[in-house]
C-alpha cells in the first residue's frame, strides 16, 4: 500500500515519508508538495528508492 507521511516538528520543520513505493516513483509523488512547501534542506532515501518497481509486458500471439 502506498502511503505519504507528514509530519511538522516543534520547530516548524516538514518531513515527508513515502512508504509502499519502489524505485523513483517516491520523487514524483512528492515533487508537488516540495513545490509548494519550499526549499528541500535535505533528503534521505530509503532502501526501497533502489529496489527496481514491478512491470510487467504481456505479448499476445495472433493466429494468421
Known amino acids: 500500500m502506498e502511503e505519504i507521511k507528514i509530519t511538522i516538528t516543534n520547530e516548524g520543520q516538514v518531513v515527508i515519508e513515502v512508504?509502499?513505493?519502489?524505485?523513483?516513483a517516491c520523487k514524483e509523488l512528492t515533487k508537488n508538495l516540495e513545490k509548494v512547501l519550499g526549499d528541500v534542506v535535505e533528503s534521505?532515501?530509503?532502501?526501497?528508492?533502489?529496489?527496481?518497481?514491478?512491470?510487467?509486458n504481456q505479448?499476445?500471439?495472433?493466429?494468421?
Open 44 to 56: 534521505k532515501k530509503k532502501t526501497e528508492f533502489y529496489e527496481q518497481g514491478v512491470t510487467t
Open 19 to 24: 512508504n509502499g513505493v519502489k524505485g523513483a
Open 59 to 64: 505479448q499476445q500471439s495472433q493466429k494468421s
